[in-house]
């Protein structure tokens, strides 16, 4: 056992013996000039140290240096800066002069992706002639470092004539092995108009290719977006993918998409090509979409001009942090063409539970047709086709809706609409306006649709027992049958609606019960939640009493008329005088008889005589 701690602390000795002459024989600041010459040849960039380099020989053999900047050719600032810079260097290949790096790491780094600091041409290059083939531009600068760290940095990134991002906090490892196989490890977070996002990924990248290719897999991507004008829960989920981009032919393709965000899943692909024309095409599946979550939405969509939206939110922040307004001038959509193949197994769409949705639609520079876009909503479907252009300020929609058998008081909340009406409804439409939003649709929309209605039921309105009780009122000779039911029942109903800027039209309703036959007609305004509407009523059953008077009442069609706010809905029914002027016109018929009888009588009597 002595010999061995003898052995070792000899080993020892002789181990730090030799790094203490290495150190003392070796200047690093002899390899100052023979980096900054490597990295101008393979790159073109100018690499700046300051200060004089150092050794530091545990727990790794390094060179430490201050602060340093790599600089492309051209540019007004440095695309890398950092106050702190160490390369751990391999121990043999010093012995003999030669620098050997196997890993680089950057503290308190600015990494600038910005128009300042990209390579500029310089004003004196030579121009070739007009009819010259342009060579293809090979970028030299390669990642040819086994290990690279980044550590507490930050990433400013800025597109020529947009605004710039900045990534805080970036902490980065790269390992490359000799088959160009390089592993990436990445945290960083973002913070721009109060909202923060937090970001953190894992992944295999294949560089052997480039330029030409660039091929990876993101193993694990974890984020979360908080803040103004978001859900009060964030935005949270995970990501896995796998990515290629084939420089010559600018084509890109994503694949094996599996991406969660709160509760909501997306699958599948998304592929195309970039250039002056991009063309995207999305092949997507979701299990599950919750856009009230994402959206933050209120349960049901209860929300006056938005107020209760944003109640589920973080809140909204000052005025000097508020977005700018969108507009389709600066869309995307408008400088590319797309197509897009979505299904969505369950869809919660402002509180409608939606079913099977297909969404099949193609992009066309700001051009969209929306070829299918249907589903299932309870024991109902629904199919929606249409057309959305964003070409012009204004986004102007045009629909064809044909709906099946859908529960309506659902869709009444979702547009927030008083849920005074609960049925089937199947609808066949023609509809056009501007804006997609809820909103717009209640201003800005113009269109008809014919209806039909099965088990409608009027909540809180019960049309038979209001006219049953204002004939006992004015007469005593009938009354009607007690009923418990606090609404209105009517089997079928059937009508059109022709709505105009937000105001809808109700023409030619007819329905029919059990009790009572209805026709009627009005408006309604969407905008100030207010309607005026007269229903022609006959109560065809339910009296006890006078038979004549019944049969009075049965034929007789009394109007009733509701009018005023949504919230304070008013009635006018005035039955005594219907009644007064049937039987008045009922007597006067009768006394016309009676006349027509003498008379009849009587020239026969002259007759005989």
């Known amino acids: 056992m002595r010999r061995v701690i003898t052995t070792l602390v000899i080993l020892l000795v002789v181990i730090v013996a030799g790094m203490t002459a290495l150190v003392l024989l070796v200047n690093p600041n002899d390899f100052r000039s023979y980096m900054v010459q490597k990295v101008e040849q393979r790159s073109g960039y100018k690499l700046a140290l300051e200060g004089n380099l150092r050794w530091h020989v545990w727990p790794q053999l390094s060179i430490l240096a201050g602060r340093m900047s790599i600089t492309a ?20 290949p010093l012995f003999s002069h030669q620098l050997s790096v196997k890993q680089v790491m950057l503290k308190n780094a600015v990494i600038r992706v910005t128009p300042d600091s990209e390579a500029q041409r310089p004003q004196d290059a030579p121009v070739g002639p ?46 490359q092995n000799e088959h160009k196989q390089a592993n990436i490890e990445l945290s960083t977070r973002v913070n721009r108009d109060q909202r923060e996002l937090q970001l953190a990924l894992k992944g295999d990248m294949d560089v052997a290719e480039y330029p030409h290719r660039l091929s990876g897999k993101i ?27 084939q420089n010559d032919a600018r084509r890109f393709s994503l694949k094996e998409i599996v991406l969660s965000t709160n509760e909501s899943q997306l699958q599948g692909t998304v592929s195309g090509t970039l250039g002056d024309m ?22 049901g969509a209860e929300q006056q ?83 959305i252009n964003i070409r012009s300020a204004q986004t102007k929609v045009a629909i064809k809706p044909v709906l099946n058998n859908i529960e309506l008081s659902p869709l009444l909340k979702a547009f927030e609409i008083p849920e005074t009406v609960s ?45 049953q009780q204002a004939v006992e009122r004015s007469n005593s000779q009938v009354r009607g049958t007690q009923s418990e039911a606090s609404y209105t029942e009517v089997q079928h109903l059937k009508g059109q609606i022709q709505l105009n800027n937000g105001s809808m039209a109700l023409v030619n309703l007819q329905g029919r019960s059990s009790l009572l036959d209805l026709a009627g007609q009005g408006s309604v305004d969407l905008d100030n939640k207010q309607c005026d509407i007269t229903f022609n009523i006959k109560v065809i059953d339910g009296w006890q009493g006078n038979s004549a008077l019944i049969q009075t009442l049965t034929e007789t069609a009394i109007p009733l008329r509701l009018y005023g706010p949504w919230d304070g809905l008013r009635y006018s029914l005035q039955v005594d005088q219907i009644l007064r002027k049937r039987i008045q016109d009922e007597a006067k018929a009768r006394l016309n008889q009676w006349v027509e009888h003498k008379q009849d009588k009587r020239k026969a009597d002259d007759v005989k005589k």
């Open 73 to 92: 050719p051209g540019a007004q600032q440095p695309m890398v800066k950092a106050d702190n810079m160490r390369l751990d260097v391999k121990l043999l």
């Open 130 to 175: 007009a009819d010259s083939t342009v060579p293809e531009a090979v970028s030299g600068w390669k990642f040819d470092i086994a290990n690279l760290r980044v550590a507490d940095s930050l990433l400013i990134w800025q597109q020529a004539g947009g605004e710039q991002i900045n990534f805080r906090d970036i902490n980065l490892e790269m390992a």
């Open 219 to 245: 193993d694990a991507l974890s984020y979360e977006l908080n803040g103004a004008d978001l859900p009060a829960q964030g935005l949270k989920g995970n990501a896995t993918l796998m990515a290629e981009w």
């Open 278 to 299: 991009p063309d995207i095409s999305v092949d997507l599946h979701s299990p599950k979409l919750d856009l009230d979550a994402l959206l933050g939405m209120a349960s």
């Open 305 to 387: 001009d938005g107020q209760a939206v944003q109640a589920q939110r973080s809140g909204r922040g000052p005025v000097i942090a508020q977005l700018t307004e969108n507009s389709n001038a600066n869309s995307p959509l408008n400088t590319l063409r797309a197509t897009l193949m979505l299904r969505v197994d369950d869809l919660l769409w402002r509180g409608m539970n939606l079913n099977n949705v297909q969404l099949t639609a193609d992009n066309d520079r700001g051009l969209m047709n929306v070829t299918t876009f249907k589903g299932q909503s309870g024991s109902g479907d629904f199919s929606i086709p249409g057309s």
């Open 423 to 467: 049925g089937t409804l199947s609808l066949t439409g023609d509809m056009h306006g501007n804006g997609l939003n809820v909103h717009d649709f209640k201003r800005h929309w113009l269109g008809s649709a014919e209806l039909n209605m099965e088990n409608a039921r009027l909540a809180g309105l019960n049309f038979q027992q209001m006219i």
